[in-house]
């Protein structure tokens, strides 16, 4: 770190609080979660901070738990501090399914209602898997963050509930979905028509949950 600081780095500080681990149920991972945020700058001078609650079964940050402690972590940390803060996205479903698109989604809104400032990317099929991990996830992410700024928060959770409760019983048949090379043509680095096709479906289940583009 020190070196780090002498160097005049940026300096990002991870952590992923583990609900249903140690640090216990919804509630108390919150409370772990939002120290963890202000120690990344004790400890380590941070530049901003990477958060990222993980569901200890799923090994997902966007179960209806982990999405309920990152909003409330965050939107204390947005409204007491000046901590720039950012987020993990572990879906549980591979890229070019509908499952992946409606996950993040799900994390977008959150971090976008709760005041988050850096949306950080996808990594698919909880980010384990090599080569599944696509620029279609971060687009959904982008457009849904778009989408959702400056929404009433009553309107958010009814779209979150819906949201969510659509793909939560899918957890453990998650469909693998493809990798890169599978589901883009990597000489011109653009999406197949058949992840078209998914993405454009994904966004009108989005639409008859309420959410507006």
């Not at 772990?32 to 200890?56: E, Q, R």
């Not at 901590?83 to 698109?101: D, K, V, W």
Request: charged share 20%; glycine share 10%; hydrophobic share 40%.
């Amino acid at each position: 770190m020190a070196h780090y600081q002498g160097n005049s780095d940026i300096i990002m500080d991870e952590q992923m609080p583990i609900f249903g681990g140690y640090a216990g149920g919804i509630e108390e991972t919150t409370i772990v979660d939002i120290a963890t945020h202000i120690n990344a700058f004790v400890m380590s001078n941070a530049s901003w901070h990477l958060d990222g609650p993980v569901h200890i079964r799923w090994g997902s940050t966007n179960t209806r738990e982990t999405l309920q402690i990152a909003g409330w972590a965050c939107a204390t940390i947005s409204e007491f501090t000046d901590i720039i803060s950012g987020n993990q996205y572990y879906p549980c479903a591979g890229p070019c399914t509908e499952m992946c698109l409606l996950e993040a989604s799900a994390q977008s809104i959150t971090d976008t209602a709760s005041g988050r400032e850096i949306l950080s990317g996808v990594a698919a099929a909880k980010g384990v898997v090599q080569d599944k991990t696509t620029g279609m996830e971060a687009r959904m992410m982008g457009e849904v963050a778009r989408a959702t700024a400056g929404m009433n928060i009553d309107d958010v959770n009814k779209v979150l509930d819906l949201l969510v409760s659509s793909y939560e019983g899918n957890y453990a048949n998650a469909p693998e979905g493809k990798t890169f090379q599978e589901c883009y043509d990597v000489a011109t680095v653009t999406p197949t028509d058949e992840y078209m096709k998914v993405y454009d479906g994904a966004r009108k289940k989005l639409e008859e949950f309420g959410l507006v583009f």
